[in-house]
């Protein structure tokens, strides 16, 4: 049997936030009704993939066969320096290494100093996979289950007293633990200020996010052109938004993250509006080394540099020239 406490004290010796844990129980027939109901509506767009591997999604154990314990784990991703605000702007869980690296590489970590807390013969036993936005696991469900916190209005997992700028990821293993975390309830009341906030309408009251309206998707996963209502919505943000849970009251508790891979690097921070409508692929490249931005490839970074040239000031994308 796992001690929850020495898995929580070894989550925090590897970074993360925060850590709970949940038996690996099939999800709530409630919460596969409501996502069944969300596909159906279309809300998901053209993300096919969030319609495979239902029987998995709800299953942890057909997911993973023998699976008794699901560590939820958080990783902060507040900034610790911003772009200027005379610069373009991209959301900030962008800024560094691409989570999903980081993210797998803590929780294998995390895997293996467990098997070294245990018994040789137990160690043996105890199988486990990480995960972190790249299966069929519902992983906001999951870090509410584990007592992280709850699933604010939009759609976010709003920590108590840290906000929602956080990275998810999962731990499955094959033995059980000696204790699991209650559930949170959602605390966002009647506040509806990221609902407000959203510039799309993706996000309406009693309603979950319309993929198809949000500017994340469309700036992201989307591989058409976008749409040119949407364009003047996008402010000078060409990559993914941050409006719905900057607008969050949570927020104003974020700390800015201890994690190195996050923070943006110089050749980021360093580019001008003209920089980045003169941007190569040889640019693309140098400035999102190892970056989650290329999920939109270079093609689709320039396809969302053009759609929010239009909402600059004017000359703002001119270079400044060096006075004598």
């Known amino acids: 049997m796992l001690s929850a406490a020495t898995i929580k004290a070894e989550a925090s010796r590897f970074g993360f936030y925060r850590c709970g844990l949940s038996k690996a129980e099939d999800v709530e027939t409630a919460e596969a009704d409501r996502y069944r109901t969300w596909l159906a509506q279309g809300c998901q767009a053209d993300m096919n993939y969030l319609e495979n591997h239902q029987d998995k999604r709800f299953s942890p154990q057909a997911l993973m066969p023998g699976v008794r314990t699901i560590v939820s784990v958080a990783l902060n991703y507040y900034p610790t320096r911003t772009l200027p605000t005379n610069s373009l702007q991209l ?20 895997l293996q100093a467990l098997r070294d807390t245990l018994p040789t013969k137990q160690a043996d036993t105890l199988q486990g996979r990480c995960f972190c936005d790249t299966a069929p696991v519902l ?14 209005k939009n759609g976010q997992l709003i920590i108590p007293e840290a906000g929602s700028t956080f990275f998810l990821g999962e731990l499955f293993l094959t033995l059980p633990a000696d204790a699991y975390d209650i ?19 993706a996000l309406q009251a009693g309603r979950p996010i319309d993929a198809r ?23 000078t943000c060409f990559y993914g938004c941050d409006r719905c849970q900057q607008a969050c009251p949570h927020l ?33 490249r140098r400035v999102f080394k190892g970056s989650a931005v290329k999920r939109a490839k270079y093609s689709g970074v320039v396809r ?8 600059l000031p004017p000359n703002s994308d001119k270079k400044t020239e060096t006075q004598p």
């Not at 900030?92 to 995390?110: E, I, P, Q, T």
């Not at 992983?139 to 604010?152: D, V």
């Not at 309206?213 to 402010?235: H, K, Q």
């Not at 190195?260 to 360093?270: G, I, K, M, S």
């Open 91 to 110: 959301a900030w869980y962008a800024y560094g290494r691409d989570y999903h690296d980081v993210m797998k590489s803590k929780l294998n970590n995390l």
């Open 139 to 152: 992983e906001r469900y999951w870090a509410q289950r584990s007592g992280l916190g709850w699933i604010g």
């Open 183 to 201: 559930p949170q309830p959602a605390r966002c009341g009647n506040c509806n200020r990221c609902i407000e906030a959203c510039p799309t309408g």
């Open 213 to 235: 309206r949000c500017l994340s998707y469309l700036t992201i996963e989307n591989r058409n052109e976008i749409p040119e209502w949407a364009a003047p919505r996008m402010g």
């Open 252 to 284: 104003r508790f974020a700390r800015p993250t201890g994690e190195e891979a996050f923070r943006p690097n110089e050749a980021l921070l360093q580019m001008s509006p003209a920089d980045w409508f003169a941007l190569t692929e040889e640019d693309y």
């Open 304 to 311: 969302n540099l053009q759609a929010v040239k239009p909402n």
